[in-house]
């Protein structure tokens, strides 16, 4: 199938995924004067971020002046269990505020305080009413604002357009191939710098918040060119995703239920959420029903309700009533807001999630209590990036959003997605541009490489065997589930590691039926390589981190241990195996481990 | 419980027939339409083509028309769609173009007819972060509109998109409204807004059908505000300048005799010294008078003068 054709375009910066780091990132290169592209896998404007509900986390101070960029640094530290990168964090503190009145200024509208300031929602872990918001759909205005941004300055939008492979030329990337999804012809891009922004992994599990995008695209081919990935046990099983119908298990419920005063309950009524506060958080969070409901009103003077722990907390406390016979019929636990707050008020504050349940499940949340249990929602690991410029381990290439490590630690902070999209996507288009604007032409792609990528991506269609890549992926994310799910052991890990193996066997034997136009069968095919090379990783890694932190619990290892409390857990991929190691995190300046530490 | 599935199949590369192709599927009685597609995909036929993203109704990628019905795959219970009978009909929707079995053309909707709306604020200068004081209780006009899907329903529904597919649509009109409910969008940027959507195929090529309101998912009623954007034209005085002819003739051929005057309001609309305009009329009018149906003259009526102050007051009431 050598020489197979392909159309050819030329960029300065590529930009591989329109959510929002990609679009952030791809008006960032455009403003630099570079010749831009935004490839997206779906179409433009349904990438991950659209379905984010809660809000942008940005200390601007608007409903609580005590806020400001330290208070934030530290909470996002202290959620993540103090293995956040601590530049990353701070640059984040910092500039997320700018970040969301720029949104403004291009058209974005948040819901108002009474004196018509930008209004901010409570969330688990932030200390203060931290999330700039629109109802329960942020991400919704957030994506059109930059999607019709990008549009507004002539950006090339490249929709349904799947890229593959990193194309690379003495030692640095210099262009990217993939095939549209409509045609199912190829394209090659050459470019001087690639920012990846593919969001996460969450489609390796079974249970997940994610949608199909989530294949860890931009972390497995990161991971072919030699890059660094960190951290990737490092899994946010969110604590609320609906349990019930069968159909909609795993599909997200905000944690904005919780921020605005609902509770969670197990099967006898009872908040257990008190009997879960964890020594780190004692101080700083409620122990009595009084104090807690207090709280909403006057967060001076009272603690925080422990139902807004942060989410590794909140998501084992649940799995433990459910395992101990406390759960709900369906095997979650009850979340209620319907005794607590009244009808107009809900309908206000959460319309989705009244549609979501009345549509999904027959349930009004007005009336009755919802069934919610933990979902896959987000990888904190990902690509190793530079603080300061987002540029990852190889030369040219850049990542931003989740697909990067190192922002959350051990477990992000609901809110902290969405600002760090809007920080480290404008980051990592900027240095992006300065790269591409200081570097030589890129080398046309040498088209040996070029067949031999070409070949690999039709081979699906040849006589090979009869596997179904739907066969598979189900048996992944089964695999994932059982085997590296939300707690983990030795033994199990160790067989999921076999059973991937045979897995990547199987995919080479999968054989597709059909042409190329706008083919699902094909699509996931190709989808298999990335997915079962990320879930590799994950298990590597959370096999090689025998603690419990964040992120990752294992039942063999159930407490922290300081040797894995300042490290970064490293995979990198050398001649086809991937190995793991520890390496030390970087040493964090004496005045904001003094901010880090200080007793509120 | 058993389901029939009855899939439009369309695919270009094999000539572009169109036909359906039927499948059985067993499902449990909670499942989706979605939940029946994606088991035939996975397990009977992986060439069947469909959209899905979010699956939980947020991003509005998967509308459908199921059992003729335009609505989302992902929302729409397979129990609430077989009451009827066993078989579940999925076809395309209407009004933008197929590319294969159920996925249709976005770019045609969503790029080139939103586009054409300018949904973006341009900053008036440098980068300054301080905030804008906007009142809540202003933001309640574009609050909803804010939580367009841009999934298609509500052109799938608009009576003029099957003869004229230029028109730009209830979708991009919601949009439209959007930003010409802003609240920041005042004085000239206001002015610029509404010359937006009045250029034409926009907001005077509605013929208010009010399909549009029956078939958003959201709620969002885009015919409806297609009719308030009317109103606030009007207030600001019409921008298209053919409409605005067509509206001052209106008026003052019925403020004059009582009557509507075709001949004068069709000539007025295209305008008196616009001769080009006014040539393209003549086949019409010829064609009208050989067969008798050329309209009259009509002589001022009885009452004329009560109707003209009728007029009047509604104008000062607005």
């Known amino acids: 199938m050598a020489g197979e054709s392909y159309e050819t375009h030329d960029y300065d910066v590529v930009v591989v995924g329109a959510g929002g780091a990609g679009l952030r990132a791809g008006i960032e290169a455009h403003d630099k004067g570079c010749k831009t592209a935004i490839i997206c896998k779906s179409l433009l404007g349904k990438a991950h971020t659209v379905m984010a509900e809660g809000g942008i986390a940005a200390a601007m101070g608007n409903v609580w002046p005590e806020d400001n960029w330290k208070v934030h640094f530290r909470d996002t530290m202290r959620g993540g269990k103090l293995l956040n990168n601590w530049r990353m964090a701070q640059i984040h503190a910092q500039q997320a505020p700018d970040r969301v009145l720029e949104l403004e200024e291009w058209g974005a509208l948040f819901d108002r305080t009474d004196e018509g300031l930008i209004l901010q929602r409570d969330f688990g872990g932030h200390r203060y009413a931290r999330l700039a ?126 921020g605005d005063g609902g509770t969670l309950l197990n099967s006898e009524g009872e908040r257990f959420m008190f009997n879960y506060i964890s020594d780190f958080f004692k101080a700083e969070t409620a122990d009595n029903e009084t104090e807690a409901d207090a709280w909403y009103q006057d967060k001076k003077n009272n603690r925080r309700t422990p139902d807004l722990l942060p989410r590794d907390e909140v998501a084992r406390a649940i799995n433990a009533e459910v395992k101990a016979g406390r759960g709900t019929e369906h095997g979650g636990v009850y979340l209620d807001i319907a005794n607590r707050r009244d009808a107009e ?35 904190m690991g990902g690509v190793r990036v530079d603080a300061d410029t987002s540029a990852t381990t190889v030369e040219g290439l850049y990542a931003a959003g989740e697909v990067a490590g190192g922002l959350h630690g051990a477990n992000r902070l609901g809110g902290n997605s969405l600002s760090d999209l809007l920080v480290f996507g404008r980051i990592a288009g900027g240095s992006a541009a300065d790269y591409a604007l200081g570097a030589a032409a890129a080398a046309a792609p040498d088209a040996a490489e070029v067949d031999r990528l070409t070949t690999l991506m039709l081979e699906p269609f040849t006589d090979r065997g009869e ?112 190995s793991v190691s520890l390496e030390p995190l970087p040493e964090m300046p004496e005045e904001l481990r003094k901010i880090v530490e200080e007793q509120v | ?70 609505q989302f795959t992902c929302t729409t219970k397979i129990a609430d769609v077989t009451k009827k009978g066993p078989e579940i009909l999925c076809a395309p929707v209407r009004n933008i173009p197929v590319i294969k079995d159920l996925v249709f053309d976005m770019d045609k909707f969503t790029w080139d007819k939103m586009a054409a709306m300018k949904p973006w604020m341009e900053p008036e200068d440098e980068f300054a972060p301080t905030e804008n004081l906007i009142p809540e209780s202003e933001m309640a006009d574009v609050r909803k509109t804010m939580s367009c899907y841009q999934c298609g329903l509500c052109d799938e529904g608009c009576a003029v998109l099957p003869v004229d597919f230029d028109f730009l649509g209830p979708g991009a009109m919601v949009k439209g409204y959007r930003f010409v409910m802003d609240p920041r969008e005042t004085g ?72 509507l005057d075709e001949r004068k309001l069709v000539m007025e609309t295209e305008g008196l010294t616009n001769i080009g305009g006014l040539m393209k009329l003549v086949p019409t009018a010829v064609r009208a008078m050989t067969r008798g149906k050329m309209p009259g003259r009509h002589e001022k009526r009885p009452g004329a003068d009560q109707i003209k102050r009728i007029i009047e007051k509604a104008e000062e009431s607005k």
């Open chain 1, 133 to 258: 918001h629109v109802g329960d759909r942020t991400g919704l205005e957030m994506i059109r604002t930059l999607q019709q941004r990008a549009v507004a300055l002539g950006i090339d939008v490249f929709m349904e357009c799947n890229i593959q492979h990193l194309l690379m030329n003495d030692g640095r990337v210099t262009g990217a191939i993939g095939y549209w999804r409509e045609s199912g012809e190829l394209i090659v891009f050459n470019c001087k710098a690639v920012v990846l922004a593919t969001g996460g992994s969450g489609k390796c599990w079974q249970v997940t918040s994610n949608s199909w995008e989530y294949s860890g695209d931009g972390m497995g081919m990161a991971m072919e060119v030699g890059a660094d990935l960190i951290d990737m046990e490092k899994v946010q099983f969110h604590p609320t995703g609906m349990v019930w119908p069968p159909s909609v298990r795993g599909i997200l419920v905000t944690e904005g239920v919780r």
């Open chain 1, 345 to 379: 008020y809900i309908m206000r504050r959460l319309p989705s999630m009244y549609h979501q349940f009345k549509e999904l499940a027959d349930v009004d949340i007005t009336k009755e209590a919802m069934e919610v249990g933990p979902t896959c929602h987000y990888i």
């Open chain 1, 467 to 578: 596997e179904n890549p739907y066969a598979i992926h189900m048996d992944l994310q089964r695999t994932m589930h059982n085997l590296v799910g939300i707690i983990r052991t030795e033994s199990e890990m160790l067989k999921a590691m076999e059973e991937i193996a045979v897995y990547k066997e199987r995919a080479a034997r999968v054989k597709v039926e059909g042409g190329r136009r706008f083919n699902p069968g094909w699509h996931l095919a190709l989808d298999l390589r990335c997915l079962l090379g990320v879930a590799e990783a994950a298990t590597l890694s959370a096999l090689e981190c025998k603690e419990s932190r964040g992120g990752h619990t294992r039942d063999d290892y159930p407490d922290p241990d300081s040797k894995y409390g300042s490290v970064n857990v490293v995979t990198r991929k050398q001649n086809g195996t991937i």
């Open chain 2, 1 to 70: 419980m058993e389901v029939t599935y009855k899939v439009h199949r369309e695919d270009p590369e094999n000539g572009g027939e169109s036909s359906f192709s039927t499948y059985q599927v067993d499902l449990p009685e909670d499942a989706t339409v979605l939940d029946g597609l994606q088991k035939i995909r996975d397990e009977q036929d992986d060439t069947l083509a469909f959209r899905a993203s979010c699956c939980q109704g947020t991003c509005g990628e998967c509308a459908v028309r199921i059992n003729w019905r335009a």
């Open chain 2, 188 to 259: 000239a940027r206001k002015e610029e807004r509404l010359a937006v959507v009045e250029q034409p195929k926009g907001l005077w090529d509605c013929v208010h059908c009010y399909e549009a309101n029956g078939k958003c998912a959201r709620g969002l009623e885009p015919s409806s505000k297609i009719m308030e954007m009317r109103d606030v034209s009007f207030k600001h005085g019409i921008k298209n300048e053919k409409v605005a002819r067509h509206h001052n003739s209106f008026i003052n051929s019925v403020k004059q005799t009582g009557w």
